[in-house]
């Protein structure tokens, strides 16, 4: 089973809004990501974690918040978006986080559906 | 230069016809390739991981040419159904020394009858 689980499938938010969304994994990987994907355009890296550490953090803004509550879960809480923001977000876990061994199986990435975000 | 290039295309191919695409990248530490497939609106569904001696499942190829830093994916024998966006991964070092992948723009292809 390599399925990657994303809540809500679409959510419409104000700008003073917060919210969260929501990514489940339950293939025991050890890494997880947040991608924002705009339209036309391929996936931007926005975080990673490793053993549910943050390791990566891409420049994101401070109002995009992510958590890691265990190794099964990762949220990316939003608060004070601005409608630039409008986008597909996308979770994924691979096995392990990339370590530059060249072992490709254990950082290939599974993607979650997404979640198609309005800022309004 | 961008890390990770591809011709955005559209390739416009008639149902049968074979298509290559490449994906050409710039770092040369670049550890892991990957070819992913995306429908319209729909999220990245791997294809095919892409090792050192190359590798084939059914109608698709995929080759690596770490001398001249490029990808390649070999599609024969189109469907209507391989319509999609074609995106090349590969995992390299970023400026602060972590492994992240870093994905194309994609490359368009549409299957016609």
């Known amino acids: 089973d390599t399925e990657v689980t994303q809540t809500p499938k679409h959510l419409v938010m104000g700008m003073t809004n917060k919210k969260s969304l929501k990514c489940e994994q339950h293939?025991?990987?050890?890494?997880m990501y947040w991608y924002k994907q705009k339209a036309k355009k391929p996936p931007e890296l926005m975080f990673v974690?490793?053993?549910?550490?943050?390791?990566i953090n891409e420049s994101v803004p401070s109002r995009f918040s992510p958590e890691c509550p265990n190794s099964s879960l990762l949220n990316l809480h939003l608060h004070a978006l601005q409608p630039e923001d409008s986008a597909l977000y996308l979770c994924a876990s691979s096995q392990d986080p990339a370590t530059g061994g060249g072992v490709w199986d254990t950082d290939t990435q599974y993607f979650g559906p997404g979640t198609r975000l309005t800022v309004l | 230069r961008k890390e990770v290039e591809q011709d955005p295309g559209p390739f416009n191919v008639p149902e049968g016809a074979t298509v290559a695409f490449n994906c050409t990248y710039s770092?040369?530490?670049?550890?892991?390739f990957f070819w992913y497939r995306q429908d319209c609106r729909k999220e990245p569904k791997l294809l095919m991981s892409?090792?050192?001696s190359g590798n084939e499942d059914g109608r698709f190829t995929a080759q690596l040419n770490r001398a001249s830093q490029y990808i390649s994916l070999l599609i024969r024998d189109s469907k209507l159904s391989d319509s999609a966006t074609y995106l090349c991964v590969v995992t390299g070092t970023s400026s602060g020394g972590s492994y992240i992948p870093t994905f194309g723009r994609g490359t368009s292809l549409i299957v016609h009858p």
């Open positions: 293939m025991g990987h050890r890494a």
């Open positions: 974690y490793s053993y549910e550490k943050l390791s």
């Open positions: 770092n040369s530490a670049s550890q892991s």
């Open positions: 892409v090792y050192s």
